[in-house]
């Protein structure tokens, strides 16, 4: 069925949406091969975002744990520090080719609120981004660099004044204005055709990663290990593998406090079905369907839901996805940046914790590679407060005192 990975996905949304999303996915099938499009997205990826960005294979970590090899894919080193920008920059000149002058966000943590701002600064697209007030005043950097970047930044008060009232405000904003408005979703959720054009625009990292690794190793990996929110650089590095049995795909989900606890944000080891943003998938919800709180020190990972595509990838077993919790996820981020010189986001500190823990136990001759989603400056003030919390911790457990 159009707009469904076996049986998840769809467009689950009220009447008045149908026609926007049938719109949209019109004109993406319409203009996705267009040369000129193809053409002017692969001009400002490479001249602007900084792409191809670079294969870093690790020496140090290797040499103190023993087992695989190892290699970052950097998306780190993108303009703006994540690879939110790969989709933003090619879903705006998208929506300006449909002929929209106007775009509308939401943003929970400020980074796809950045990552939009930034691109419709360089085309000189208006840019409107909602935000929950709550978030907002946790994230006052990236409040500020959305200011500056020159969007009009909208304050939500109504609800949790957190990202679900956002996602609420700037789907009203598109209905009222869709004549001129395009919605740029930042990850591969919601409603089709979202899930399959955000996941098309992120499989640029895989497309890369894979003939950088060819070109270093003359194969493909024997792992490729992603941190999995929503799952769009996940499935942006694993389209460039996906088709290639032997190599065995590892989505890292946020188990938060830990996966047992009620505080994670795991909905593809612990959750259930259910309907999320418009989209059938695992979830995380109550014996009531109401939609439960989640917890992760990263804040890219905090979201109840998951891509519809990761759903499909689970039940049919092509990957596997498992958890990282956050103690887990701060040891790695420590570890990299003295280790290896470099500082990566809480989120993709989650898939480099799995990696740690899986190439020692593995032959030398075997390859991970580790998709490093982002760079780690904005996570500073709560890596560094997470870490001093870890040490008091580590020292009363050496005290032998239960906590
Ligand atoms: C937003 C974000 C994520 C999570 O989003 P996905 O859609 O799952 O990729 C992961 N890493 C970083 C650095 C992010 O900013």
Known sequence: MNGFFGQFGGAFVAETLIRNLEELEHEYERIKEDAAFRNEVAAILKHFVGRPTPLTPLHRIPSKL????????REDLTHTGA?????????????RKIGKRRIVAETGAGQHGVAVATVC?????????YMGAVDAARQAPNVQRMK???????????????????IGEAIRD???NVHDTHYLLGSAVGPHPFPKIVADFQSIIGEEAREQ????EGRSPDYVVACVGGGSNAIGIFNGFIDDPDVKLIGVQAAGEGIESSKHAAPLVKGSLGIVQGSFTYMLQDAYGQILETHSIAPGLDYPGVGPQHSYLKDS????????????????????CRTEGILPALESSHA?????????TLSEDKIVLVNLSGRGDKDMNQAMEGLERLAQLEQLELEGVTV
């Open 213 to 216: 690794i060819w070109e270093a």
């Open 317 to 336: 077993g092509r990957v596997e996805y498992t958890s990282i919790n956050d103690r887990e996820a701060l040891k790695a981020f420590e570890y990299l």
């Open 83 to 95: 690879h939110k920008i790969n989709n933003a920059l090619a879903q705006a000149l998208l929506a």
């Open 121 to 129: 600064s360089l085309l000189g697209i208006e840019c409107v981004v």
């Open 352 to 360: 480099v914790a799995y990696a740690l823990k899986l190439a020692p």
């Open 174 to 176: 598109w209905i009222t």
């Open 66 to 73: 023993g087992g695989a090899k190892l290699y970052l894919k």
């Open 148 to 166: 500056l970047l020159g969007a009009d930044l909208r304050l939500v008060h109504a609800g949790q004044q957190t990202l679900k009232d956002a």
